[in-house]
């Protein structure tokens, strides 16, 4: 699967989770060329793709559709990915720490069960969290407030591989020290 499409599949409920605990403040998914809504604002981005955990693990199995004795193998196992949080606070306005509090409360509400409830029926796991950094930036003749801290999530990842059906098969060899010339499999 490739980055772009396993992105499309995990931001959404963490844009929920931020759309529940804060419902007025915009959020966007941080590109170089997006629009930025007017601040405060929050912006998240994958900073780190899929990784593997460990060893994937198999399972084999025989199917009977659509082909009748086709095997297929369930290939799957942890992955991890980074989701940097990043909230944009208003220049203008004379609070300045006003974006690393909506960082703590962000962090905070990882701890509460039912928004991490939300994020696990959506397959994902809370696995660390990063401290908040005041990442402030000059802005014209002031500072933008910016602040950032970064999720480590788990993710399940699942595939399968089809490796289709053996139809016909010719085979030449001994048989109790005897050469056979050509013998047969009966068929089903």
Same mark, same amino acid.
């Given at each position: 699967m490739s980055s772009v499409k396993v992105e499309e599949a995990i931001t959404p409920p963490i844009l929920a989770w931020l759309k529940k605990e804060f419902p %007025?403040?915009?959020r966007i998914i941080e590109r170089p060329n997006v629009p930025r809504p007017k601040t405060p604002y929050?912006?998240?981005?994958m900073t780190t793709p899929l990784t593997k955990v460990g060893m994937s693990d198999s399972v084999e199995f025989i199917?009977?559709?659509?082909?009748p004795?086709?095997?297929s193998y369930n290939i799957g196992g942890q992955r991890q990915f980074t989701m940097a949080i990043r909230c944009y606070g208003n220049p203008e306005d004379k609070q300045y720490? %006003?974006?690393?509090n909506k960082l703590v409360q962000l962090q905070d509400s990882l701890e509460d069960e039912?928004?991490?409830?939300?994020?696990?029926s959506a397959g994902l796991s809370v696995w660390f969290s990063t401290d908040i950094l005041d990442i402030a930036e000059l802005l014209?003749?002031?500072f933008e407030p910016r602040a950032q801290f970064d999720i480590i999530f788990g993710i399940a990842s699942n595939r399968a591989a089809d490796l289709g059906a053996i139809e016909k098969t010719e085979i030449t060899g001994t048989y109790d020290g005897q050469e056979?010339?050509?013998f047969s499999v009966p068929e089903d």
């Open positions: %007025d403040v915009p929050f912006a998240i981005f199917s009977s559709l659509p082909v004795g086709a095997t720490y %006003d974006a690393q039912v928004r991490r409830v939300d994020l696990t014209e003749t002031g056979e010339p050509e």
